[in-house]
T-cell receptor
Framework: DGGITQSPKYLFRKEGQNVTLSCEQNLNHDAMYWYRQDPGQGLRLIYYSQIVNDFQKGDIAEGYSVSREKKESFPLTVTSAQKNPTAFYLC?????????????FGPGTRLTVL | AQSVTQPDIHITVSEGASLELRCNYSYGATPYLFWYVQSPGQGLQLLLKYFSGDTLVQGIKGFEAEFKRSQSSFNLRKPSVHWSDAAEYFCAVGARQAGTALIFGKGTTLSVSS
């Protein structure tokens, strides 16, 4: 079955540590996205990538980094510079980065900073 | 700037009753509009989308939405709610420029009472 997988489902981090969230898709989509979800805040865009080896900052990129070395993979690193990283992180993909393209979402990773 | 407003944070509906979730957008031209649903701890699933043409859009799970340009609204409706519809619902708007991700509203939580 085609889809998007995110791992781990739950992640705990100590303050000052970097952590990397995995996102893999087998939909053959060119575009991939990372969103952050906080209660009552909706989804906010962190980074997106239109094609391999290319990515752009979203609205809240500070304290995060990404890479796009393979079409299928778009990992997100939450660095120690991110002041309040506890949140639910959602990865999505679409055929292209056009606003008419449906975005398909993974099941999410819940990150908690201890 | 584009924005999406979902005026109702939380709505409770009796099972079998009708449902309307409100969404208002701010955009200079005709936007691309989406409704997504999210079950607790899960990713988002697309319910329906509007790009152009017929202003009444049918989606999955018996949902429909109507685009009203004069009111800048895209309200989601369902004639008879089932207990399984309890979830969080997000309205989103897409820009016409390539490479722009969706802008989401803050969501409406639907509870269904028996």
């Amino acid at each position: 079955d085609g889809g998007i997988t995110q791992s781990p489902k739950y992640l705990f981090r100590k303050e000052g540590q970097n952590v990397t969230l995995s996102c893999e898709q087998n939909l053959n989509h060119d575009a991939m996205y990372w969103y952050r979800q906080d209660p009552g805040q909706g989804l906010r865009l962190i980074y997106y990538s239109q094609i391999v080896n290319d990515f752009q900052k979203g609205d809240i990129a500070e304290g995060y980094s990404v890479s796009r070395e393979k079409k299928e993979s778009f990992p997100l690193t939450v660095t120690s510079a991110q002041k309040n990283p506890t949140a639910f992180y959602l990865c999505a993909s679409s055929v292209l980065a056009r606003s008419t393209d449906t975005q398909y979402f993974g099941p999410g990773t819940r990150l908690t900073v201890l | 700037a584009q924005s999406v407003t979902q005026p109702d944070i939380h709505i409770t509906v009796s099972e079998g009753a009708s449902l309307e979730l409100r969404c208002n957008y701010s955009y200079g031209a005709t936007p691309y509009l989406f409704w997504y649903v999210q079950s607790p701890g899960q990713g988002l699933q697309l319910l329906l989308k509007y790009f152009s043409g017929d202003t009444l859009v049918q989606g999955i799970k018996g949902f429909e939405a109507e685009f009203k340009r004069s009111q800048s609204s895209f309200n989601l409706r369902k004639p008879s709610v089932h207990w399984s519809d309890a979830a969080e619902y997000f309205c989103a708007v897409g820009a016409r420029q390539a490479g722009t991700a969706l802008i989401f509203g803050k969501g409406t939580t639907l509870s269904v009472s028996s």
